[in-house]
């Protein structure tokens, strides 16, 4: 084995069995330490305070001793810089004397290289600064000061920057902040600081808007149940560590359903070799006006929440929370080659507020069916026929299917982001809230947020929880183009005369009436939506022959709060006057000063947090 004195000194203070994922060869930084201590939060809280007193008296300890600091020598560039140099002027020139290339494509061509090199340099500089035993590179690699990009300013070259329009600055910058600029290079680089500084501005005012948007769709959920005893739950990998605090929708290999998942369960689980199982999940709780303990997990504070926890605004906040900090920074981002790729804020922004000119939106299939045709188009771009229905590619995408695949309604054609409100239309809201899972998870770890899978859940049953009424025969008490709540719609739901239960991979092409897995009322059972509850052991579900009465729709964030039940509770958002006017002329209202949402309550003032004995709510 090979350790350093400082490693075996870190061992004796931290338990084996909460550093056993990292290798004892393994330098610990800033990132390692933060899972350690989140291990001992939740595996061991009453170790917390004294593991972490220890560990944080190590730190100062070894920087007093060590007396770490930069010296003149860290600042001095550690690669061939000339050669480098030497090799872009050499491209330079070849761009410059070509006379058939016109002034514009000339510039492109340089933004283009500079991009090339704008982009492997950090990474360069990083690595060879390391090599050389450079204390500034060492504080980057724990994550104690700056980044990989900020040391290459400092010592190696940006070359190229964006202005504030997201624009590359056709000028080189060769030169690194130590060896000093020149005055064009200064002009350059300024615009790319003016442009951090414009985003800095605009992602704190976009983020906070953001951020009170998802707060007033989720604010209404509270534990309002110990346990709401569904036998719903979400298919996850058994190999995610976000498993752990989830509570085990069935039962799996001698786990009886219900129980809470620790490191050993899923460890003793991942040795099955089963890849998936079902969890308890804020998706596909059925507690009443809100959500269940048990559905809910264990949380942040290592025990199942309390009832009356505020779980909503608790996930809202810890997922917007790292979006103000302008994490998001456009330097760089200009990836030329990559132009029309949608990252950081906006990406994250037209998940939650799908508007109807979603950027570089992928093509998905509008039916199920069989790829008939793929033709290329005069204009550019391509046509895929599926059944009766075309659906257009852009140029800028790619396709993902050939001819003869067999697809079904939702699935996707091409590259591009996933518009979900798309999901939810042709998949239903069940497949749609689990696709937004998806996507907010990775979407933020693209940006470089890690939010953990809970809050997501939360917020995500938040967001996509409604339908549209079609026909009101069959829905109680609701009038046709009604948009309402699927978590209340589903309470009063009677499953239609025709129902019957069945297996999964004998009712294709019906429709659920009542629940299964995430899958929600509605939902058509497709051989892949028959495969997962098969794969998941759900071997019964309620079905009917007949399409259901009501579509699935993603309202947007924006518009989220009013579809409240609660009149009042319509009014905490945008769209006020519009709000109040129709709940003058529909005259059906009510409110409840005590209810899960806290704005009545607030409004009224007098009784606020003080419910009557046995209620859950404000
Ligand atoms: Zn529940």
Redesign the pocket.
Known sequence: MTTTVARLIFNSIVPEKLRSDIPDDQPIGSQELKNVLQRVAEEHPEQYRDISFKLMRLGSKGAVETGSSFSMQDLESPIDKKKLLDEVSQRENDIFSDSKLTQEKKEDLLVKMYDKYSSKMPDLIFDASIKKGSNLAKMVASGARGNKSQLNSNIGADFLVTDQFNKPVPIGIKSSYTEGMSPAEYFAASYGTRAGLIATKFSTQNSGFLAKQINASAMDLLVT?D??E?KSGIPVSTGDKENIGSVLSKGFNGYSAGTIITNKVLQDLQKTGRPQISV?SAIT???SNG??S??AGVRERGKLPALSDAIGLAAASALTEPLSQSLLSTKHSAGVANASKVTGFKAINSLFQVPDTFPDKASLSESDGTIDKIEQLPQGGFSITVGEKHHFISPEHEILVKRGDKIEAGDRLSSGMINPSDIVRLKGVGAGRLNLLKQIQDTFKENGINVSRKNAEVVTRAVVDHVKIVDADETDGYLPDDTVEYSSFSKTYKPREDSVYGDPSKSIGKYLEAPALHYTIGTRITPSVAKQLNDMEETQVLVSDKQPSFNPVMVRLMENPSYDKDWMSQLGTSYVQKNLKKNVISGDVSTDIHGTNPLPGLAYGKEFGKPPKGVIGY
């Open positions: 149940e346990d709401c569904t308890r709780c059925s507690a959500i269940c048990k559905c």
